[in-house]
């Protein structure tokens, strides 16, 4: 009777220490599992994170470089517009002005203007508005060489506005024509800008 009582004993402990041992297994393999889980999981997530920090990066560098280069182009475009203002200026201005300030020079540009003008059948009534710091050297030009246009009703007036070159216009002051140095230099520098930059830059 004890016998079968220790073998029963023995039978139960056996059974028990197998369910635990299963057990004891069985948690270890869902533990197991479920780190599994987690550690794919932040993997997942480290490489998604990793995958959008490079995009980001990409985009930052190429948003970058394209700043670099319109900043580039511009500035660039900036600096051949300066040396093409520099190039026309130093060509037009002082050749304008010198010739301009020729009294001869000045005298010719209003006969032909003046002869040309169409005012009806009568002569016109023109006023011609000099540059005042060579009033005398004009008036003698005029007086010497254009006589007949001073005879037929022409004025001749002087500013200190006016460097060299003229204004000239009916007396009435209806209007002027004006060919003063600054004129003829924004004329000739608005049909040279075109084949000096073409010159200078192949553009």
Same mark, same amino acid.
């Given at each position: 009777?004890?016998? +079968?009582?220790?073998?029963?004993?023995?039978?139960? @402990? #056996?059974?028990? /220490?197998?369910?635990?041992?299963?057990?004891?297994?069985? !948690?270890?393999?869902?533990? $197991?599992? %479920?780190?599994?889980?987690? !550690?794919?999981?932040?993997?997942?997530?480290?490489?998604?994170?990793?995958?959008?920090?490079? $995009?980001? *990066?990409?985009?930052?560098?190429?948003?970058? =470089?394209?700043?670099?280069?319109?900043?580039?182009?511009? *500035?660039?475009?900036?600096? %051949? $517009? #300066?040396?093409?203002?520099?190039?026309?200026?130093?060509?037009? &201005?002082?050749? *304008?002005? /010198?010739?301009?300030? &020729?009294?001869?020079?000045?005298?010719?540009? /209003?006969?032909?203007?003046?002869?040309?003008? +169409?005012?009806?059948?009568?002569?016109? +009534?023109?006023?011609?508005?000099?540059?005042?710091?060579?009033?005398? =050297?004009?008036?003698?030009?005029?007086?010497?060489?254009?006589? &007949?246009?001073?005879? +037929?009703?022409?004025?001749?007036?002087?500013?200190?506005? !006016?460097?060299?070159?003229?204004? !000239?216009?009916?007396?009435?002051?209806?209007?002027?024509?004006?060919?003063? &140095?600054?004129?003829?230099?924004?004329?000739?520098?608005?049909?040279?800008?075109?084949?000096?930059?073409? @010159?200078?830059?192949?553009?």
């Amino acid at each position: 009777m004890e016998q +079968k009582i220790q073998e029963l004993t023995a039978k139960i @402990y #056996q059974e028990g /220490v197998e369910k635990g041992e299963a057990q004891a297994k069985k !948690i270890t393999a869902d533990a $197991q599992e %479920k780190a599994a889980a987690v !550690i794919a999981e932040a993997k997942a997530q480290a490489g998604k994170i990793i995958t959008d920090a490079k $995009q980001q *990066a990409a985009e930052l560098n190429r948003n970058t =470089e394209a700043e670099i280069r319109l900043s580039g182009t511009q *500035a660039l475009s900036a600096i %051949k $517009q #300066q040396i093409l203002n520099l190039v026309t200026a130093k060509v037009i &201005d002082n050749g *304008a002005a /010198v010739a301009l300030s &020729d009294p001869a020079t000045i005298k010719e540009f /209003v006969a032909t203007i003046v002869h040309n003008w +169409k005012s009806g059948s009568e002569a016109p +009534k023109l006023e011609v508005l000099l540059p005042a710091q060579k009033q005398e =050297e004009l008036r003698r030009a005029f007086e010497k060489g254009a006589s &007949d246009l001073l005879k +037929k009703g022409m004025t001749l007036s002087f500013s200190k506005s !006016i460097k060299s070159g003229f204004r !000239i216009g009916p007396q009435d002051g209806s209007f002027k024509i004006s060919l003063t &140095d600054e004129d003829f230099a924004e004329f000739f520098k608005e049909y040279l800008r075109p084949r000096t930059r073409t @010159y200078l830059f192949g553009e």
